[in-house]
C-alpha cells in the first residue's frame, strides 16, 4: 500500500512538473527573463544614451563605493573546511545560469579610470570564492568582468565554452590518515593507515535562458588499510549530480534529478564533502527567489551508500523519504536567518520525524560575533519507543580581535560554544528511539574532528582559535570539546547508531578532544592541509560494561587539496 501511494505521488509529480515543460503557451505567457541571464556586449553610451564608436567598456564618472558591486560575505562562523568556508547562506540560483565566457575588449579597464578600487576588489572576490559548497552554484562570471586583473589558473580555458553556454571543471583530493584506537565508528581499539583519493569533474550546460543542465562525476577509493574501509570512503564511480533546471518564471525555478543538498550552516543538511563519497540525493526541488527571502522546497530520497554498491552505480534508496520546505535571508537587520521543516521517513526501521527549527548568525557592535540554531523534532518512533519529542541548540558567541604587536597588526578569532542533542532513557537504544535525529549533516564539521559521536544525547562545550601564522596564506585551528551524555545510556555514531546499545552508561563524562589543523593555501585553487588530534576518555568508558576500550584515541592526517 505504502509504495502504491509513493508511486502514485511521485507520478504525479512529474506528470505536474512536464505539463509545465511541455506547455508552449504556458511558455509563452508566463516565462519572462531579463537580460542577466545572457551576455550582452557593454558599450559607452553619451549623455542621451547613443553608443560611442570603438569604445567597449563603462566608464565611471564618480568613484564607486562598495555598496554599488555587492560582494558575497562569507559566514562568521570560522570553520575547519579543506578550502575557503562555503557561504552558509541558500544557494543563489541565478548565478549559474550566467555565462562564464571571457569578455573581449579592445581596451585594458584595469588600467584606466573606470575600474575603481571597489570593482576591482570585487571582481578579485569573485574569483576567490568561484567555487562553492556545491558545484553545480559555482560562479565564473567573474571572467567576464574587465576589472578582474588577477591571475589565471588551469581550467580557465574550460570555463565559456560553446558560445558561453558550457563550464567544465573538478577536483583532485588526497589524504592519509593515521587511526589510533578509533579505526571504525567509536572508539574501537583499532589503529590503521590508509590513503584516500577523490576526482570529480562537472560538466554546467545553459541550453538556453530556460533550461540548464548540470553532471558530475565522482570516484573515489581508498587503499593500504588493515581494517574493511568506511562505506563513506569509496565509490569507484558515480553519478553525483545529474538533473534538469527549468525556470518558470524571472523567480520560480524546478530541478529534477540527482542532486546535491545544501542549506544552512550543514548541521541538519549537507552533502558532506570530508566524506570521500560525498552524498546526494535523487527527487525534485523548486525554488522561489524573491527579492529579500529564498523558498526551497524539496522532496528526495537518499541515493545508497553501502558496501555492497562501491564498484557500481548506486540507486536511490526509496524506502527514506526526505522532504522539507527551507527559507532564508542572509540580510535582515540581525544577521543571517533561516527557518525551516523538514520531514523524514524511513520505511525499514519504521520512523516518521518532523523537525522545526531555525538559525540566526551575524556580527554585534565591533568585532563581536554569534550564532544559533536550535530546533524541536516530533513524530513517531520506531515500534515499541512510543512517539517522538526530541530536540537541538546549538548557541556560540565569537570575538574578531584585533591586536597590535611588535611584529604588526594580529587578527585572531576566538569562539565559544554550546551543543546540546536530546537522547532517551531506554536500554537498549535504537536509531528508531526517542533521541535527537540529526538527518543529513556535516557532523565532522561540528563535534570533533574525530568524528566519534553524532548531534543525539550529547552536550559539547568547546573553544574555538583561529588565527593567521606566517602570513595570511597559512591559518591555524585550535579546538577544545568537553563532551557528556544528556541521558545516561549511550553515546550514537555519526551515523545515528548507537555505540553501546545494550548497556546503561555507568558515567556521563564521554571525554575530551584537542583538534589542531594547519591550513596553507598555495593558491586560490589549491590548499595543503595538516591535522592532529586526541581524544581524552572519561569515566564513560572506565565504568561502563560492553565499551571496546577506555585508551585514549589519536588521529593525523593530511590533505593536498586542487581544483580546476
Same mark, same amino acid.
Given at each position: 500500500m505504502l509504495s502504491t501511494l509513493r508511486a502514485r505521488r511521485r507520478a504525479l509529480t512529474l506528470a505536474i512538473a512536464a505539463g509545465f515543460l511541455t506547455s508552449p503557451a504556458f511558455a509563452e505567457e508566463h516565462f519572462s527573463f531579463d537580460g542577466a541571464t545572457t551576455l550582452e556586449p557593454t558599450v559607452v553610451t553619451n549623455i542621451d544614451g547613443a553608443p560611442l564608436g570603438g569604445i567597449q567598456l563603462v566608464a565611471d564618472d564618480t568613484e564607486?563605493?562598495?555598496?554599488?558591486?555587492?560582494? @558575497?560575505?562569507?559566514? #562568521?562562523?570560522?570553520?575547519?573546511?579543506?578550502?575557503?568556508?562555503?557561504?552558509?547562506?541558500?544557494?543563489?540560483?541565478?548565478?549559474?545560469?550566467?555565462?562564464?565566457? #571571457?569578455? $573581449?575588449?579592445?581596451?585594458?579597464?584595469?588600467?584606466? @579610470?573606470?575600474?575603481?578600487?571597489?570593482?576591482k576588489d570585487a571582481a578579485m572576490a569573485g574569483m576567490k570564492g568561484a567555487y562553492k559548497g556545491v558545484f553545480y552554484a559555482n560562479d565564473f562570471s567573474y571572467l567576464n568582468d574587465p576589472c578582474y586583473d588577477g591571475p589565471s589558473f588551469f581550467g580557465d580555458s574550460l570555463k565559456g565554452l560553446w558560445g558561453g553556454k558550457l563550464d567544465v571543471g573538478g577536483e583532485a583530493r588526497a589524504r592519509f590518515h593515521h587511526e589510533n584506537n578509533h579505526r571504525g565508528l567509536g572508539l574501537t581499539g583499532n589503529d590503521d593507515n590508509f590513503f584516500l583519493?577523490?576526482?570529480?569533474?562537472?560538466?554546467?550546460?545553459?541550453?538556453?535562458?530556460?533550461?540548464?543542465?548540470?553532471?558530475?562525476?565522482?570516484? %573515489?577509493?581508498?587503499?593500504?588499510?588493515?581494517?574493511?574501509?568506511? @562505506?563513506?570512503?569509496?565509490?569507484?564511480?558515480?553519478?553525483?549530480?545529474?538533473?534538469?533546471?527549468?525556470?518558470?518564471?524571472?523567480?520560480?525555478?524546478?530541478?529534477?534529478? /540527482?542532486?546535491?543538498?545544501?542549506? !544552512?550552516?550543514?548541521?541538519?543538511?549537507?552533502?558532506? &564533502?570530508?566524506a570521500n563519497t560525498r552524498r546526494t540525493f535523487q527527487g525534485v526541488r523548486g525554488t522561489y527567489q524573491g527579492c529579500d527571502w529564498t523558498v526551497d522546497g524539496f522532496f528526495v530520497n537518499p541515493v545508497n551508500r553501502n558496501f555492497a554498491n562501491e564498484s557500481k552505480i548506486d540507486d536511490a534508496n526509496e524506502d527514506v523519504d526526505f522532504y522539507g520546505v527551507y527559507l532564508s535571508n542572509p540580510s535582515t537587520p540581525y544577521g543571517s536567518v533561516d527557518y525551516y521543516y523538514l520531514g523524514l521517513n524511513n520505511?525499514?526501521?519504521?520512523?516518521?520525524?518532523?523537525?522545526?527549527?531555525?538559525?540566526?548568525?551575524g556580527t554585534v557592535g565591533k568585532g563581536w560575533l554569534y550564532s544559533y540554531e536550535g530546533g524541536t523534532q516530533f513524530g513517531s518512533n520506531s515500534p515499541g519507543f512510543g512517539d517522538h519529542s526530541a530536540n537541538f541548540f546549538t548557541g556560540g558567541l565569537g570575538r574578531q580581535l584585533n591586536?597590535?604587536?611588535?611584529?604588526?597588526?594580529?587578527?585572531?578569532?576566538?569562539?565559544?560554544?554550546? &551543543?546540546?542533542?536530546?537522547?532517551?532513557?531506554?536500554?537498549? $537504544?535504537?536509531?528508531?528511539?526517542? !533521541?535527537?535525529?540529526?538527518?543529513?549533516?556535516?557532523?565532522?564539521?561540528?563535534?570533533?574532528?574525530?568524528?566519534?559521536?553524532?548531534?543525539?544525547?550529547?552536550?559539547?562545550?568547546?573553544?574555538?582559535?583561529?588565527?593567521?601564522?606566517?602570513?595570511?596564506?597559512?591559518? +591555524? +585551528?585550535?579546538?577544545?570539546?568537553?563532551?557528556?551524555?544528556?541521558?545516561?545510556?549511550?553515546?550514537?555514531?555519526?551515523?545515528? $547508531? @548507537?555505540?553501546?546499545?545494550?548497556?546503561?552508561?555507568? &558515567? /556521563?563524562?564521554? !571525554?575530551?578532544?584537542?583538534?589542531?589543523?594547519?591550513? %596553507?593555501?598555495?593558491?586560490?585553487?589549491?590548499?595543503?592541509?595538516? !591535522?592532529?588530534?586526541?581524544?581524552?576518555t572519561g569515566d564513560y568508558y572506565r565504568t561502563t560494561a560492553g565499551v571496546p576500550t577506555a585508551d585514549d584515541a589519536d588521529f593525523f592526517w593530511t590533505q593536498w587539496q586542487w581544483r580546476f
Amino acid at each position: 500500500m505504502l509504495s502504491t501511494l509513493r508511486a502514485r505521488r511521485r507520478a504525479l509529480t512529474l506528470a505536474i512538473a512536464a505539463g509545465f515543460l511541455t506547455s508552449p503557451a504556458f511558455a509563452e505567457e508566463h516565462f519572462s527573463f531579463d537580460g542577466a541571464t545572457t551576455l550582452e556586449p557593454t558599450v559607452v553610451t553619451n549623455i542621451d544614451g547613443a553608443p560611442l564608436g570603438g569604445i567597449q567598456l563603462v566608464a565611471d564618472d564618480t568613484e564607486a563605493t562598495v555598496g554599488e558591486t555587492p560582494v @558575497p560575505v562569507a559566514d #562568521p562562523v570560522a570553520m575547519p573546511e579543506p578550502v575557503q568556508v562555503d557561504q552558509p547562506v541558500q544557494i543563489d540560483q541565478s548565478e549559474p545560469w550566467s555565462s562564464a565566457s #571571457p569578455a $573581449a575588449s579592445s581596451c585594458n579597464c584595469c588600467s584606466t @579610470p573606470c575600474c575603481t578600487k571597489a570593482k576591482k576588489d570585487a571582481a578579485m572576490a569573485g574569483m576567490k570564492g568561484a567555487y562553492k559548497g556545491v558545484f553545480y552554484a559555482n560562479d565564473f562570471s567573474y571572467l567576464n568582468d574587465p576589472c578582474y586583473d588577477g591571475p589565471s589558473f588551469f581550467g580557465d580555458s574550460l570555463k565559456g565554452l560553446w558560445g558561453g553556454k558550457l563550464d567544465v571543471g573538478g577536483e583532485a583530493r588526497a589524504r592519509f590518515h593515521h587511526e589510533n584506537n578509533h579505526r571504525g565508528l567509536g572508539l574501537t581499539g583499532n589503529d590503521d593507515n590508509f590513503f584516500l583519493t577523490r576526482y570529480r569533474m562537472f560538466a554546467n550546460m545553459r541550453v538556453n535562458e530556460y533550461f540548464r543542465i548540470y553532471g558530475e562525476y565522482l570516484y %573515489a577509493d581508498s587503499g593500504g588499510e588493515t581494517f574493511n574501509n568506511r @562505506p563513506i570512503e569509496e565509490n569507484r564511480g558515480e553519478i553525483q549530480n545529474l538533473f534538469l533546471d527549468t525556470r518558470l518564471t524571472d523567480d520560480l525555478s524546478v530541478r529534477i534529478g /540527482r542532486q546535491e543538498l545544501l542549506f !544552512g550552516d550543514q548541521r541538519l543538511i549537507s552533502p558532506l &564533502d570530508w566524506a570521500n563519497t560525498r552524498r546526494t540525493f535523487q527527487g525534485v526541488r523548486g525554488t522561489y527567489q524573491g527579492c529579500d527571502w529564498t523558498v526551497d522546497g524539496f522532496f528526495v530520497n537518499p541515493v545508497n551508500r553501502n558496501f555492497a554498491n562501491e564498484s557500481k552505480i548506486d540507486d536511490a534508496n526509496e524506502d527514506v523519504d526526505f522532504y522539507g520546505v527551507y527559507l532564508s535571508n542572509p540580510s535582515t537587520p540581525y544577521g543571517s536567518v533561516d527557518y525551516y521543516y523538514l520531514g523524514l521517513n524511513n520505511q525499514v526501521l519504521d520512523f516518521d520525524y518532523h523537525t522545526i527549527g531555525s538559525r540566526w548568525s551575524g556580527t554585534v557592535g565591533k568585532g563581536w560575533l554569534y550564532s544559533y540554531e536550535g530546533g524541536t523534532q516530533f513524530g513517531s518512533n520506531s515500534p515499541g519507543f512510543g512517539d517522538h519529542s526530541a530536540n537541538f541548540f546549538t548557541g556560540g558567541l565569537g570575538r574578531q580581535l584585533n591586536l597590535c604587536t611588535s611584529c604588526g597588526p594580529w587578527k585572531p578569532t576566538v569562539w565559544a560554544w554550546y &551543543d546540546w542533542a536530546s537522547g532517551d532513557d531506554d536500554v537498549p $537504544a535504537a536509531r528508531g528511539d526517542d !533521541g535527537f535525529d540529526h538527518l543529513f549533516p556535516l557532523a565532522h564539521k561540528y563535534l570533533g574532528l574525530m568524528d566519534l559521536f553524532g548531534r543525539r544525547n550529547i552536550h559539547d562545550l568547546n573553544f574555538q582559535f583561529i588565527t593567521p601564522i606566517l602570513g595570511d596564506k597559512v591559518k +591555524l +585551528l585550535l579546538w577544545y570539546h568537553n563532551f557528556w551524555l544528556d541521558e545516561l545510556t549511550t553515546p550514537y555514531n555519526v551515523t545515528m $547508531a @548507537p555505540f553501546n546499545a545494550n548497556n546503561a552508561a555507568g &558515567d /556521563r563524562e564521554l !571525554g575530551q578532544e584537542i583538534d589542531v589543523v594547519v591550513t %596553507a593555501t598555495i593558491n586560490p585553487r589549491m590548499n595543503v592541509q595538516v !591535522g592532529y588530534s586526541h581524544f581524552n576518555t572519561g569515566d564513560y568508558y572506565r565504568t561502563t560494561a560492553g565499551v571496546p576500550t577506555a585508551d585514549d584515541a589519536d588521529f593525523f592526517w593530511t590533505q593536498w587539496q586542487w581544483r580546476f
